[in-house]
């Protein structure tokens, strides 16, 4: 039976060693900020405004977790026969369309759907690209674990994928590097709507189904509390410490990207649930 409350962290449900941080140096300080829903092009402004500060240095390593309403999202490999064009899937969805640097193709993001976008100096964590697409699958693999969903990565195929003879794709990764910093980055499917994906050709890869982690256990888990697990996560596998947590007045309001008073956040284990009668 699936869990719906998550475990202790130790449980990571993959198959080889996650990646993380040197532990024989300190952890890295970072800020995570949560926002409400928010627009996809305001999301885009506070990603390159803190992409810009983290380039010159003047600010720390930032995660910015968000869910947005709904809108299609067209990165650079995008296809002609990966979806319509803006004005037909417009009209047949009555969902806006963004053109976006980053990579991979064409995706839909909505309401229940956790979305991160890592503000990182790579060379401080990761050896290049890939060796950062894995580390942000595993820090997917081992939220979804928590609550019992066994997920895995596929060769060539950058996301986090369930089952085996017909897999099928519950998170999507994106990245732009630019400057030495990544931007865009991950979406996890907890609870939104998956109709939409029904309309392109998701990630450009033929065939592809999608689910969520609501799909597959029967009912939407909470939403702040995976959120709260990413980020915990994260901090792991990147060997973070989350000295400051904003949410997104403190975003807007804030007149310096780099004096940001520490405020803790909870991000520690939670108690397993009861074995059912």
Known sequence: MMRHHPPPLQAVGQDSPPETGD??????PATLLCCDPLPYERAWHLQQTYH?????????????LVEHPPVYTVG?????????????LLQLTGIP???????????????????GYPILRLTDHCAGPKAYVRRLEDVLIATLD????????RDGLPGVWVGDEQPLKIASIGVRISRGVTMHGFALNVSMDLAPFSSIVTCGIAGCRVTS????????PEFPVVQQRIAAHFAERFHLTWVASMGQESADLAGSTDDLSPTPIDASPLPKERPDD
């Open 76 to 88: 650079r490999t995008t296809q002609d026969h990966h979806w319509p064009g803006d004005a037909q």
């Open 97 to 115: 369309v963004v053109r976006t640097e980053r990579g991979g193709s064409i995706t839909y993001h909505g309401p229940g759907q956790a979305v």
């Open 23 to 28: 532990s024989n140096e300190p952890a890295r």
């Open 146 to 153: 928590e609550w019992g969903i066994t997920s895995r990565r």
């Open 213 to 220: 982690m609501a799909a597959l256990l029967g009912s939407a």
């Open 52 to 64: 810009a500060a983290r380039a010159a240095d003047r600010c720390h390593d930032l995660l910015l």
